[in-house]
T-cell receptor
Framework: GEDVEQSLFLSVREGDSSVINCTYT??????LYWYKQEPGAGLQLLTY?????DMKQDQRLTVLLNKKDKHLSLRIADTQTGDSAIYFC??????????????FGKGTKLSVKP | DGGITQSPKYLFRKEGQNVTLSCEQN?????MYWYRQDPGQGLRLIYY???????QKGDIAEGYSVSREKKESFPLTVTSAQKNPTAFYLC?????????????FGPGTRLTVT
């Protein structure tokens, strides 16, 4: 079945770049997403990328997509302590002209040290 | 302000009791979802509803029930048949159509059953 894999932990120093990686198995995925979850809260959509794109940049966030390897990454430039959170990768695809449900990875916990 | 509300934030129940978690949205979204989150497990889909008076089982529906009598509301009942109900429960909604599939999440309800 469909699966999304992420490493569980990442620790960086404030001001460094963070790179969170994700691999997925469904080759028909059309949209790939990055969500952020702060402690005890719901998920917030950070950004998404359509499968015909290789890269998307949004301020400090850069998403890279390698369709051949089914690999997605999220780079956070100049990481701040406020970026400490769990980051979820998710995919969706199309079934008969409508979007399927989201499949989430287990989340990567980013810790930013001052 | 438009958004999704879940209540209560913390809920405690004795084993063997049914409990209903509330989810309300005023975003005029057609689709609503319930997820369960356990530490290190990511999000798992319990039930979803794409339209009023219709809902489908997700990956882990056993021991749960839902209703969708109104567009704004999608309550989740955790029954005594759910063997391990202690978890963080997240409700989400989306337009269910269009080119992106952004799901808006509520703040979550942490259920503890003893």
């Amino acid at each position: 079945g469909e699966d999304v894999e992420q490493s569980l932990f990442l620790s960086v120093r404030e001001g460094d770049s963070s790179v969170i990686n994700c691999t997925y198995t469904d080759s028909s995925s059309t949209y790939l997403y990055w969500y952020k979850q702060e402690p005890g809260a719901g998920l917030q959509l950070l950004t998404y990328i359509f499968s015909n794109m290789d890269m998307k940049q949004d301020q400090r966030l850069t998403v890279l997509l390698n369709k051949k390897d089914k690999h997605l990454s999220l780079r956070i430039a100049d990481t701040q302590t406020g970026d400490s959170a769990i980051y979820f990768c998710a995919e969706s695809d199309w079934y008969g002209g409508s979007q399927g449900n989201l499949i989430f990875g287990k989340g990567t916990k980013l810790s930013v040290k001052p | 302000d438009g958004g999704i509300t879940q209540s209560p934030k913390y809920l405690f129940r004795k084993e063997g009791q049914n409990v209903t978690l509330s989810c309300e949205q005023n975003l005029n979204h057609d689709a609503m979802y319930w997820y369960r989150q356990d530490p290190g497990q990511g999000l798992r889909l319990i039930y979803y509803s794409q339209i009023v008076n219709d809902f489908q089982k997700g990956d882990i529906a056993e021991g749960y029930s839902v209703s969708r009598e109104k567009k704004e509301s999608f309550p989740l009942t955790v029954t005594s048949a759910q063997k391990n109900p202690t978890a963080f429960y997240l409700c989400a909604s989306s337009t269910g159509q269009g080119v992106s599939y952004e799901q808006y999440f509520g703040p979550g309800t942490r259920l503890t059953v003893t």
